[in-house]
């Protein structure tokens, strides 16, 4: 791996802190497609596992008594970690240009959702009927692509949570996925002891940039910064497409 590679390794990550600084989730987004450029999606979902278990053990610790529904909490958690084996499964087996294809397509996807529907609502009576099947969904995703982002927190921001009961749901079920993620990984040979290594030194810029974008977020207003970010993404879902039908 040469130094531009490991550069833009630790961009990714400092983009992802900052992300999930300002709103409580969503590194994955911005993380996951930028190093999938610099190797492959493996590559990718590999190196965030501990990025995605690591700071979710502290984020959930500190909101768990905000959690106001804990068997739909423990049921959307669960669900994600079956889901997440899955889609481990296909990360190993599937071809990886129609993967790469699929995290563009997801991505876009998010895109077109958060701007035509920005006030979806989701009742809590229908919140409790799919809760399942959206953690599972969300959790495949994350396993075959890194990204549940398009599921996960579209699902639990319709149910307009207060910002620290949604931290401690969507952190409990991160940490869902890296649990089951981690094993899979090693059994199907996905992870290998230099790609946890990385996955390990990634975690300095993440913490080191997650306080800068909580004051970012603090500042800036909700709506311009998600503006941002979705430019972003539609410009690495563009990339992303690109290079899988090339």
Known sequence: MDPSDII???LAFAAGGLLKGAVGAGA???AVPLMALVGDLQFAVAVFVLPNIVPNVWQYWLYRSRISRPRFTTIFAVAGGVGAGLGTIALAGWNPDVLLLGVGLVLVAYILFRLFNPTWVLSNSMSRI????AGLLAGALQGATGLSAPVSITFLGSLKLPRKEFMATISLFFL???IVQLPAQFAYGIMTGERLLLSALSLVPL???????NWIGQRLPRETFERIILGILGVLAIRLIYAALA
């Open 8 to 10: 833009l390794i630790v």
């Open 28 to 30: 994955p987004l911005l």
């Open 130 to 133: 799919l809760a399942l099947p």
């Open 176 to 178: 869902a996925l890296g």
């Open 207 to 213: 913490l080191l940039a997650m306080p800068v974008g």
